[in-house]
């Protein structure tokens, strides 16, 4: 069977690093193993959920190199959910509960009280054909909850009835259905939560291996036993861990927090963010990467520590700033170019060391232009640089005119090392750091250099 994954956001907000963890998770296992991603778009929830989310999922995940082979909306599914509803519902797995949200509180309060963990006690399951049409009578909606296989005969005598799995992430896990509630599938309003839909369509789309993060680890254990309930193949399942802000606290969705657009906004590389959101909390030193994929080599989910990791913006400036001075001048020309900088292999390769971002390389086109720039010119270096203008070479200046320049000037003067160098940056730059003086002489030019030597 070929190996199919799928990521499956709510299009609710703009997704974040957390969220950029997961879908690359999925994406690398596929780039390592070959086979089909699929981006399924859990909107359910039609309230929350927007078609302006949706694009902008797509649109990051291009961003980050991530190509879906196919896209479904669980808004278009809505009919065969339905099917599998009846069906569950004819063999007595799925059945109504009319509980109010107060009623199942108190309910949850008393088994406390009683020392019981707080369990549904499956009292709708005791209600007559009669019972529910006088509730319905009454005007209460039921919704639908999903009949665990934790007994044997009776299902007011609930059992310990383990679920296991080898998880990739996390190794052997072990859920007690035995411990947990009769899942709501379906809400009273007739909608339904995540639970059964992803079931349904991880059958349907023939999903191997479902990857996600460890808050989804109760989950599964009950999905798993949706999977049997429909007859189907219990894909593999992976939980990674999730990441946490600088303070610790999780990431959300609907706060923007750490949202790929705004670290695409703020100038950052797609292979910065991917290198850090896949490397960070695991085994793994990170490294920059040449592309996204190149994280596919050496990829194993199971990398991943078991516990939160922390996401420092700090971290990923500084991996950016190293993935920015490797970026090879064919991938960036366009990007120069619409900076309004010289789109010129010699340019980029003077300041790419000097550029924490590609938005960067419009402060050294400015110095190479001269733009906004005054010649700095210390009252005890004035004799120095003129003599300095007196010494530049003749055109054409390569890279060695520089050393030769400077030779000349040491012999003349008999200045050596910072009172040699600054002086000459200071007067070509206006700045005191930059990039090799050896590599911008020959961009900006004997005349233009000649203009900040002689104010
Ligand atoms: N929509 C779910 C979420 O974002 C998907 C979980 C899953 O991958 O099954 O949490």
């Known amino acids: ?34 086979g089909r991603f699929v981006l399924r778009l859990d909107d359910t929830d039609r309230a929350r959920s927007t078609d302006a989310f949706a694009a902008a999922i797509a649109e990051d995940l291009a961003w980050l190199q991530v190509r879906p082979d196919q896209v479904v909306r ?7 959910y339905d099917a599998v509803k009846a069906a569950l519902v004819a063999k007595g797995l799925l059945y109504p509960a009319y509980e109010t949200a107060e009623e199942l509180d108190y309910g949850r309060r008393r088994q406390r009280a009683r020392g019981l963990p707080p369990v549904y006690d499956r009292a709708a399951l005791r209600l007559t054909a009669d ?10 909606a039921p919704h639908w909850r999903f009949l665990l296989p ?16 080898d998880d990739l992430c996390r190794g052997p896990q072990t859920v007690d259905l035995g411990s947990l509630s009769d899942p709501v599938l379906i809400r009273a309003d007739g909608t339904y939560l995540y639970t059964l839909p992803s079931v349904i369509d991880d059958i349907d789309l023939g999903i191997t291996h479902v990857i ?109 700033a190293r993935t920015v001075h490797a970026l090879p001048f064919e991938r960036v020309a366009p990007r120069l170019a619409a900076l309004g900088a010289p789109a010129d292999p010699a340019f980029w390769a003077a300041v790419a060391g000097n550029c924490a971002t590609v938005a960067e390389a419009r402060t050294w086109a400015d110095v190479v232009a001269g733009t906004g720039l005054t010649p700095v010119i210390a009252e005890e270096d004035r004799a120095f640089v003129a ?14 005119t520089f050393r030769a320049w400077t ?38 030019g004997r005349d233009e250099a000649l203009r900040r030597l002689s104010p």
């Open 74 to 80: 669980q808004s278009d599914r809505f009919d065969r």
């Open 212 to 320: 996600r993060g460890e808050d989804h680890v109760t989950n599964t254990g009950v999905q798993i036993a949706i999977f049997q309930a429909l007859d189907g193949t219990v894909p593999a399942f992976g939980h990674h861990n999730l990441l946490t802000d600088t303070s610790g606290e999780g990431l959300s969705k609907r706060t923007g927090a750490l949202s790929i657009r705004s670290l695409r906004d703020r100038g950052l590389e797609p292979e910065a963010v991917a290198a850090l959101a896949v490397g960070i909390g695991t085994s793994h030193a990170v490294e920059p990467v040449a592309s996204v994929d190149a994280l596919a080599a050496g990829f194993d989910p199971a990398d991943a520590s078991k516990s939160a990791a922390r996401f420092d913006p700090a971290d990923l400036d500084a991996l950016n």
């Open 387 to 400: 003599e300095a203008a007196r010494l530049l070479p003749a055109e054409p200046f390569d890279g060695d």
């Open 1 to 34: 069977m070929t190996l199919t994954v799928r990521f499956a956001p709510s299009p609710t907000g703009y997704i974040h690093i957390g969220n950029a963890r997961t879908a690359l998770f999925n994406w690398l296992m596929v780039r390592r193993h070959g």
């Open 150 to 165: 934790n007994f044997t005969a009776d299902p007011f005598e609930p059992e310990r009835r383990e679920v296991h799995w």
């Open 131 to 140: 019972d529910r049409a006088r509730l319905e009578a009454e005007g209460r």
């Open 407 to 444: 030779n000349a000037l040491k012999a003349a003067t008999g200045r050596k090392g910072r009172g040699l160098f600054m002086p000459l940056r200071l007067a070509l730059t206006g700045l005191d750091h930059g990039p090799e003086m050896a590599a911008l002489l020959p961009l900006i």
